[in-house]
């Protein structure tokens, strides 16, 4: 996996555009200086926690006892689940309600940007090759910034492109995470069966 794609996935799975409607639903009780301050902290809270996962990721598997493959599996489920919803989505969101006031680390740090999907990727990646966890850091960073940037847009954005042109956005988001998770679930059962990669 390159940089570019290892980036292209933590975008996808950071889902930016799927979340502008709740990150505008939970931000717009606040003034419009406290929203960019509460975005900007929620953000970094966000980025550190994923980047711990890819840093501590195999160390926290070597303490868990777990293999590889079970991370690699289950983080296909729940991609999976994810792009499921995306595509056929719930009236309370995608990640359930969201409780009222201004939002600290949950829900929009954890789990609407460093959801569990992520820190699995991360931690995947992270485990799968760490000679190259500076790859992996950059690729985060690039998704990370990608999403920091629309989610900033986020007001021009719904206006621009309406609900209509988001929704079919995410779903297209939606499509492409299951094919993700599919091929990652696939090559999890690959490598516990000791099977040749077919890609």
């Known amino acids: 996996m390159t940089i570019v794609s290892a980036a292209l996935l933590l975008f996808l799975i950071l889902d930016p555009l799927g979340n502008i409607p709740i990150f505008l639903s939970v931000l717009r009780p606040l003034p419009p200086r406290r929203q960019r301050i509460v975005l900007v902290r929620e953000l970094l809270i966000a980025l550190a926690v994923l980047m711990i996962f890819l840093w501590a990721g195999k160390h926290f598997l070597e303490a868990m006892h777990l293999r590889q493959e079970s991370v690699q599996i289950a983080g296909g489920i729940v991609l999976f689940l994810i792009g499921i919803r995306m595509i056929f989505p719930r009236p309370e ?107």
């Open 93 to 199: 969101g995608l990640m359930g309600e969201i409780p009222g006031g201004e939002p600290f680390i949950v829900p929009l740090a954890i789990p609407l940007v460093a959801g569990p999907s992520g820190m699995a990727a991360v931690m995947l990646m992270g485990s799968n090759e760490p000679e190259r966890l500076g790859e992996w850091s950059l690729a985060l960073m690039i998704a990370w910034g990608l999403t920091a940037a629309i989610l900033f847009s986020a007001t021009v954005l719904y206006k621009f492109l309406g609900m209509r042109a988001l929704t079919a956005i995410e779903r297209l988001m939606g499509m492409l995470l299951i094919a993700i998770s599919v091929q990652m679930f696939l090559d999890g059962i690959g490598t516990y069966l000791g099977l040749p990669k077919t890609i």
